[in-house]
């Protein structure tokens, strides 16, 4: 399956295929980025599954270093799936993804119709 585009709540979302390319470090950020500005999308959503592990322990600040990039460049961002393993072994992490599903810019959503109903 390929990445594809659709329009959510009046908001141009390139949604990422469960399978592809990882973003597992800062030098992967541009990837998703530069692919969201060519489809013209504002908001991507990447499964899970497209996430490295070091996204979800924050000791190695990259969902820091994504957050901000995402919120600097104006982009929304939102993690699509299950990260129930993960929050239950690191209460800062229970924390950010609270926080980030408080505001507009990085939500961590269950799957597409969640993100649909936020939207």
């Known amino acids: 399956m390929n990445d594809s585009v659709e329009e959510i709540g009046g908001v141009r979302v390139l949604v990422c295929a469960a399978d592809g390319e990882k973003l597992a470090s800062e030098a992967d950020i541009n990837d998703f980025l530069s692919k969201a500005w060519e489809h013209e999308a504002g908001l991507v959503a ?10 979800f322990r924050l000791r190695t600040r990259l ?12 982009m929304r961002l939102a993690v699509i799936g299950d990260i129930s393993a993960w929050i239950a072994g690191s209460d800062a992490l229970r924390d950010f993804v ?10 961590f959503v269950a799957d597409l119709a969640e993100l649909r109903s936020r939207l």
Not at 46 to 55: A, E, M, S, Y
Not at 63 to 74: E, I, L, P
């Open 98 to 107: 609270r926080e980030a599903n408080r505001g507009q810019d990085i939500w």
């Open 46 to 55: 990447i499964p899970v599954t497209r996430l490295g592990d070091n996204f």
């Open 63 to 74: 969902a820091g270093a994504v957050a901000q990039k995402f919120v600097n460049y104006r």
